[in-house]
């Protein structure tokens, strides 16, 4: 028998349907009935008719409206059309909506009877084409139909994925899609994946704890046993076993109850899978481990972080570096890998981040006495194919402390000097930077207003008096070599000309113009 489902906002037509042909002789039986569009979209989805009579007006939700609901998942299902109208514009839009027949009210007893005898010649030759089918998919691997079912270039609609569903043969209480990123040599790749792909076809497929497919460059998973379905540990145990010590990450995306929305988990999987870089090898990959792993992380808000208070991280790193300080450089990279992971960048994003920072801190190191400058280079490019060739963020982290580690010892390690001593070997140094006692605090450890008074007692001069005073005797050598005053401001770190010209006065008692004519022997004065 196929089922019939009756929708109509009059309730004599309703049942004079029920009782004007016999319904069990054309092959048919009446399951329900519905008294709106709305309920009648309700209960198709839960009855499954194989033929529905609706009426083509009706308050709220129309007939027509009705159907083209339906069509949106279901392009099989049939339709009679009822109306007391016979507009043409009805009959079209029906027509468009692939109607079976279209009946004018009152409803003719012989002519309903010749359309639920076209309708049924119609159901019977799908149900003949559908079994064919069926037949011919159970013949076909269980890949090639798993990989029907995620991958076809149109979405399938609900009927192709039941067909298909049920053509693989696997029951289950939930299914659930794991994929898995290998990570080979080249030269033996492909030996290293077909000996892998063998253990994996005798660990889950053959046992039908799993069905294996391919999914692009990643191997794929249909797990159907519950242990793997539910608990992502005995997930990772089985595949570190049959990984036999070759690195791989794998994703797991969520359960779901039926076969025929397994894309949704293979989906999930394929976009936890693209955050591989921030997990260890071997580690599944979950929406929950996911969050865990970027826990109290946000996107930043639109134009956040474009202008960040202090030095960028590369200066001072450059900083710790310079004052070959192992704990002020781990502070700096702390603080990079809290930014990445604030802005969950991608693998990419990440990489170029720890670039740029590196680059920029050893590469003013480089700009130093020849001997640190030729060291510098060298470690430059290190630390740069270490960020490269990281399998994981967590391997770049520990490989580029380590380089970092190296490079200080390289230059003789921690000073044995004061901090104050190091700190004016900092500044004479670096004169034309931005220099702050905030900043120089952090990387040395200590408290600023403690640090400031420890510099105060120790120099006689408060710290921002101290860079003025070297900045100034770095300005006199260079006026006196011909420099013009404006050029001087910029070398020894005044953006602003007229504040040097503040400062220079300050501490030398005439005008930087002034001081260059007279050290030139130029009575002229002025700049040229």
Do not use: C
């Not at 076809?201 to 294996?212: L, V």
């Amino acid at each position: 028998m196929f089922k019939v489902l009756i929708v109509d906002d009059e309730p004599m037509i309703r049942e004079g349907l029920r009782t004007i042909v016999d319904w069990a002789s054309e092959g048919f039986e009446i399951v329900d009935t519905a008294s709106n569009g709305k309920e009648g979209l309700e209960k198709f989805g839960r009855l499954a008719p194989d033929l529905t009579i609706v009426d083509i007006r009706m308050p709220g939700m129309s007939g027509l409206d009705l159907i083209e609901k339906v069509r949106q998942d279901n392009s099989e299902a049939h339709f009679l059309i009822l109306s007391g109208y016979a507009e043409f514009d009805y009959a079209k839009r029906a027509i468009v909506s692939g109607v079976s027949g279209y009946l004018l009210k009152p409803v003719d007893e012989e002519e309903l009877i010749d359309e639920l005898r076209r309708v049924r010649e119609m159901l019977e030759r799908e149900r003949t084409a559908r079994s064919a089918r069926m037949e011919q998919d159970a013949a076909l691997p269980k890949a090639q139909l798993v990989e029907e079912l995620l991958f076809e270039d149109e979405p399938l609609e609900e009927t192709q994925r039941a067909r298909l569903a049920e053509a693989l043969g696997v029951a289950a209480p939930a299914y659930r899609i794991a994929l898995l990123d290998v990570h080979a040599g080249a030269e033996a790749e492909s030996r290293q994946l077909a000996a892998l792909r063998q253990r994996l076809k005798e660990m889950f497929e053959e046992k039908g704890d799993a069905i294996m497919f391919s999914a692009g460059p990643h191997i794929g998973l249909l797990l159907v046993r519950q242990s793997y379905v539910e608990r992502g540990e005995a997930l990772r145990s089985a595949l570190l076993e049959a990984a036999g010590g070759l690195a791989f990450h794998a994703a797991r995306g969520p359960a779901v109850p039926e076969l025929a929305a397994v894309a949704l988990s293979f989906r999930e999987a394929e976009g936890l899978l693209h955050a591989r870089f921030f997990f260890e090898s071997g580690e599944i990959i979950e929406r929950e481990s996911y969050e865990e792993r970027f826990a109290g992380t946000r996107e930043p808000a639109a134009g956040e972080g474009d202008s960040e208070e202090g030095p960028p991280l590369g200066d001072k790193l450059y900083y710790a570096l310079d004052i070959r300080s192992r704990d002020a450089a781990d502070k700096v990279l702390a603080e990079l890998d809290r930014q990445v992971l604030l802005r969950r960048m991608d693998e990419s994003a990440a990489r170029s981040e720890y670039s740029r920072a590196l680059s920029l801190a050893v590469g003013k190191l480089s700009s130093g006495e020849a001997s640190a400058a030729e060291l510098s280079r060298k470690f430059q490019s290190l630390l740069l194919s270490d960020v490269n060739h990281s399998q994981t963020y967590g391997e770049l982290k520990q490989r580029v402390r380590s380089r970092l580690g190296e490079l200080i010892d390289r230059f003789g390690g921690a000073n044995k000097d004061t901090v104050l001593k190091q700190m004016i070997d900092f500044i004479r140094r670096n004169y034309s930077e931005n220099l702050k006692l905030e900043v120089l605090a952090e990387m040395f450890g200590y408290n600023s207003g403690y640090l400031g008074k420890l510099f105060k007692n120790y120099t006689g001069e408060y710290f921002n008096a101290f860079v003025d005073k070297v900045r100034v005797e770095k300005a006199k050598e260079l006026l006196a070599q011909g420099l013009k005053v404006h050029q001087v401001a910029a070398r020894v770190g005044y953006s602003n000309a007229d504040y040097f010209h503040a400062k220079f006065r300050k501490y030398v008692g005439t005008s930087p113009s002034a001081f260059r004519s007279e050290a030139s022997g130029d009575q002229q004065g002025g700049e040229h």
